[in-house]
């Protein structure tokens, strides 16, 4: 089968009740938010400062160029689906300040608090720190900024602006004679291999490409180089920050030979993501064994029942298997980075369960991130609360917020995955869809689809789904399970295809290796998680669930008995921390509840997995 592909942000359009006014709000009320605050808080300043060639006190951190390239992107996907011509006419005037700190450095580097301040640091040589000062970084957000501003648009201003950025780093970086820079922050590896396949195959962009310089294979030499040539560091300056060692930027092993989730957790997703780019593109059968291994010690050891990772404050980053404390950091962008990476292993592996885990985070950490107004945000994101924890306005780091418009303005892009035999549905969003291939429309469960020819078809299964089938024309099929599909062939053009399946909330128990969730359940129904929250339970958390709880739902809550008959509340993990008050009892929070039963005695907890519904 030929491999798999996802259509365009433009070519989905999300009519879902749910999703159609929340992605409106993030498009309306938190990215203009955002874009405000890096004005408000100098982030534009810097590339001012090198266009005028003047010095001053840099405030912002040094990926503040990459935090502005990021937000671009995003604004550009959404602008892809919609056009605005105040949003056009907006990035037309920062890609203009962009273009002119760029022009400034002569050469096609634009790392602008590097230019101001350690303008003989760059690509952290000769002394320098690169993990510290982002300068791949910045460099590999701004060409996937140009990529999806040309996708957008058809301009080529920031395309241009990518191009002369990238041609510098292919130059300078590789194999003796040339040097030997890893990424202190991962994001360029999959920003370069994007940037290969759109000269690869946007035959418009020829006469572009001629005149710009560009040989689009070594962007995908380059990336690849980032991920063989982990590991040595002959000749490469290494972080002077003793937390920072090899690990905390996946680069303590050649990628092929690494088998562990290690170091910070936003880079180390973004490092997963771009090789499994890497593998798809070459075939790596070395970096697809790796990545199965690391993907499973995530998936299975080390991922919170929200979906996030990353569990230690001090590193931003992964712990020893098995550690996942109710207080974990879990950052926003570690969600948004494992969600991006589940997404490329659906394309490499065909295998439906990574949509389980990429539905586990956005329906959950993800979500919970920003507050009911778009404009307050959670940069961590534990699993319980004294009621002190509130949502920023906004952060010293503030990475989140432009992480976050880059999943929303994509999402669309993540419903299906296709090729030339076949059609994948992989998430339940109602929408529609036009590619070359095929069209479709789901809404409230009832997929139609047309396509000129005989295709295979393809309903994901998810794990949380009871009493699954599958009506067309009000008929039940029969159906074959392949790797997570419901899998049918056929004619599909003026058929109605009804999913059914029932979600009962359920109570769920980590592993017995989990020490912090021992003796404890959670509650969830279908992929999102539950809370209980004081405003709910007379300020009152000291909930013991009963053994049998009577659990029922309605209009978003579920309600249940404790074990000495009191009844409690539990509203959505997403909506905590909602609701004001004086009294921090009443703010507190907390997901992982105790249970009268003893777990101790169950015996048949799924190998491998870290999660399991208690009935199982």
């Not at 160029?65 to 006419?89: H, K, V």
């Not at 798809?280 to 029942?305: Q, T």
């Not at 699993?383 to 906004?394: N, P």
Request: proline share 4%; glycine share 8%; hydrophobic share 40%.
């Amino acid at each position: 089968m030929s491999k798999l592909i996802r259509p365009s942000v433009a070519s989905v359009k999300i009519t879902d009740s749910f999703w159609k006014p929340y992605l409106n709000m993030i498009r309306n009320v938190t990215m203009p938010y955002v874009f405000k605050k890096f004005e408000e808080t100098e982030f534009f300043k810097g590339f001012h400062r090198v266009a005028e060639n003047f010095r001053d006190e840099y405030k912002t951190p040094p990926f503040d160029n990459g935090l502005i390239f990021e937000s671009i992107r995003g604004a550009c996907d959404f602008l892809a689906q919609e056009y605005d011509s105040e949003l056009d006419a907006m990035l037309d005037g920062y890609i203009e300040l962009i273009k002119a700190a760029q022009d400034a450095s002569g050469d096609g580097y634009i790392c602008t608090k590097t230019s101001c301040m350690w303008p003989e640091w760059r690509w952290g040589q000769n002394g320098g720190d690169i993990i510290h000062a982002h300068d791949l970084y910045n460099h590999g957000a701004l060409v996937e900024a140009g990529i999806s501003h040309y996708l957008a648009t058809g301009k080529t201003s920031l395309l241009s602006c990518a191009v002369k950025g990238a041609n510098l780093i292919v130059s300078y970086v590789g194999y003796p004679p040339k040097n030997n820079v890893i990424p202190g922050h991962s994001l360029p590896e999959e920003a370069f291999i994007k940037l290969y396949r759109l000269f690869r195959d946007r035959r418009e962009l020829d006469g572009f490409a001629k005149e710009n310089g560009v040989n689009f294979e070594e962007y995908l030499k380059v990336a690849v180089f980032w991920y063989d040539n982990r590991g040595n560091h002959e000749n490469r300056s290494l972080s002077k920050n003793p937390q920072w060692g090899p690990k905390f930027n996946q680069d303590h092993l050649p990628f092929a030979q690494q088998t562990t989730a290690e170091g910070h957790a936003v880079r180390a997703a973004l490092c997963y993501t771009g090789a499994a780019m890497a593998a798809y593109e070459l075939g790596r059968k070395d970096f697809e064994k790796a990545l199965d291994s690391i993907w499973e010690n995530v998936a299975y050891r080390k991922l919170h029942i929200s979906g996030g990772i990353g569990a230690r404050h001090d590193i931003e980053g992964f712990d020893v298997d098995y550690s996942i404390p109710h207080n974990a950091y879990l950052e926003t962008c570690a969600a948004i980075a494992f969600a991006f990476f589940n997404g490329e292993m659906n394309l490499l592996k065909g295998d439906a369960k990574y949509f389980d885990y990429f539905e586990r985070a956005l329906y959950n950490n993800i979500l919970a991130a920003i507050g009911e107004d778009g404009l307050h945000y959670f940069y961590e994101n534990p699993l319980i609360s004294d009621g002190s924890k509130e949502r920023w306005g906004w952060h010293i780091c503030p990475c989140c917020p432009p992480m976050l418009l880059k999943i929303y303005s994509s999402l669309g892009s993540y419903i299906y995955s296709y090729s030339d035999e076949a059609v994948y549905l992989n998430l339940l969003i109602d929408n529609e869809v036009t590619t070359d291939s095929f069209s479709a429309k789901l809404e409230n469960s009832h997929l139609k689809i047309e396509c000129d020819k005989k295709m295979t078809l393809g309903i994901r299964v998810p794990e949380y789904a009871e009493n699954f089938k599958i009506l067309v024309d009000n008929k039940e099929i029969e159906i074959k399970v392949e790797k997570g599909y419901a899998i049918f062939d056929g004619e599909f053009s003026e058929k109605d295809i009804e999913i059914c399946f029932d979600t009962p909330p359920r109570l769920v128990i980590a592993s017995p290796k989990a020490e912090a969730a021992r003796g404890q359940v959670a509650i969830m129904r279908g992929p999102i998680l539950y809370c209980a929250e004081g405003f709910d339970n007379d300020g009152n958390l000291d909930i013991k669930v009963a053994e049998n709880p009577f659990l029922e739902y309605a209009d978003g809550i579920i309600k249940g008995k404790t074990a000495d008959g009191r009844s409690f509340t539990l509203i959505p993990y997403y909506r905590w921390c909602n609701r004001q008050s004086d009294d921090a009892a009443m703010k507190a929070m907390r997901v992982w509840l105790n249970y009268e039963a003893d777990l101790s005695k169950i015996t048949c907890f799924p190998e491998g997995k870290l999660y399991a519904d208690l009935e199982k």
